[in-house]
């Protein structure tokens, strides 16, 4: 079992920043891969920022040179630094887990609770 619990987000304007935490505890073995996702009413949940346990790092090209993934392992916490935000970055971000690379794919065993974050021009 794995329990993801987010915090961070909250409202900015266009050009500001935020940083999104998702503190995992459980078993190892199940959070080798972790992701953060976002999704807007009535839109499918869309993939951000993936990483593995040996650091790679992947980025939807909407965020790419804007977002940054990464993972304090000490502290056992996921991170996306989100910088130069814009109106089209408003949605609840989810972060997920799981033991299986599924990248972009929405299908992570674990979830966390999501954070809303809400960027105005």
């Known amino acids: 079992q794995v329990q993801l619990v987010q915090s ?17 505890s459980g ?9 953060w996702f976002r999704q807007v009413p009535g839109k499918e949940r869309e993939g ?3 990483i593995e346990l040996n650091g790679r790092t992947r980025y939807a090209d909407s965020v790419k040179g804007r977002f940054t993934i990464s993972q304090d392992n000490a502290k056992n ?3 996306l630094q989100m910088n130069s935000l814009k ?7 989810y972060c997920a887990a799981d033991r299986i690379a599924y990248g972009f794919l929405a299908y992570y065993e674990y979830w966390g ?3 809303e ?3 105005s021009s």
């Open 48 to 50: 951000v920022a993936s």
């Open 87 to 93: 109106p089209e970055d408003t949605a609840m971000y």
């Open 27 to 35: 078993d190892t073995s199940m959070r080798s891969y972790m992701g």
């Open 8 to 24: 961070g987000g909250g409202s900015v304007q266009a050009g500001g920043s935020l940083r999104l935490s998702c503190a995992a």
């Open 113 to 115: 609770q999501g954070t």
């Open 117 to 119: 974050v809400t960027v």
């Open 77 to 79: 916490t996921l991170y």
